[in-house]
């Protein structure tokens, strides 16, 4: 007699999947580890080896993010400019993020005003984005001429995220005419402090 399969266990992914279509549904405070655990069809203490928290799970969901821009945006280009880069870069991010608006507007309306740390992981999850948005380009991040960029890439970015929040275009005209601005805006920055050695090696005659 045929032995049934064991059902595979719920993956990382699976799991922030839920979650966020969890906070479309219900008020993010009122949901919690159990809640998502039934969801996904594990015990809580199952849940927990992946996420410790829901404030674990939106970090997870922010690195998932990072990681699917990284692999779409692919390899520096020598010609085009750092600030064209970064557009593409960031309005993947809002491609990326496009399917999931409506459980983050959810989330923000319920994290921002009155949860502080929320707010503060959520500004960490920010920085090391823009960073690794920076590192992309070969532009290094952590040291301190780095960290500068990064705060100003951020601003831009949080700019441009307020506006895509509530931007119900089909080619985010207005998102993108925002985020060029802000770009234009910092473009001298990336002029002053020139990319890492590996981008500025003199082509091979």
């Not at 992914?13 to 279509?21: F, N, Q």
């Not at 992309?136 to 949080?158: E, F, N, Q, R």
């Amino acid at each position: 007699m045929a032995r049934k399969a064991k059902p595979k266990k719920a993956s990382p992914d699976k799991i922030i999947t839920v979650t966020l279509k969890l906070a479309a549904a219900r008020p993010w405070p009122e949901i919690t580890m159990a809640d998502i655990a039934e969801a996904v069809k594990l015990k809580p203490e199952e849940l927990k080896q992946h996420f410790t928290s829901k404030l674990a799970i939106l970090d997870g969901f922010n690195r998932q993010i990072d990681d699917q821009v990284a692999a779409a945006f692919g390899e520096a280009s020598e010609n085009e400019t750092v600030r064209d880069q970064l557009f593409d870069i960031l309005m993947s991010r809002f491609d990326t993020l496009q399917p999931h608006k409506e459980s983050i507007k959810a989330i923000l309306r319920e994290t921002v005003p009155f949860d502080p740390k929320a707010s503060l992981c959520g500004l960490s999850a920010v920085m090391r984005s823009m960073g690794s948005a920076l590192n992309l380009l070969g532009i290094k991040s952590k040291t301190p001429l780095g960290c500068i960029k990064t705060k100003a890439l951020a601003a831009v970015y949080l700019r441009s995220f307020k506006i895509w929040l509530e931007d119900d275009s089909a080619d985010m005209a207005k998102t993108m005419a925002i985020l060029d601005d802000g770009l234009a805006k910092i473009e001298n920055l990336a002029q002053i402090f020139p990319r890492s050695k590996k981008y500025n090696q003199p082509k091979a005659a």
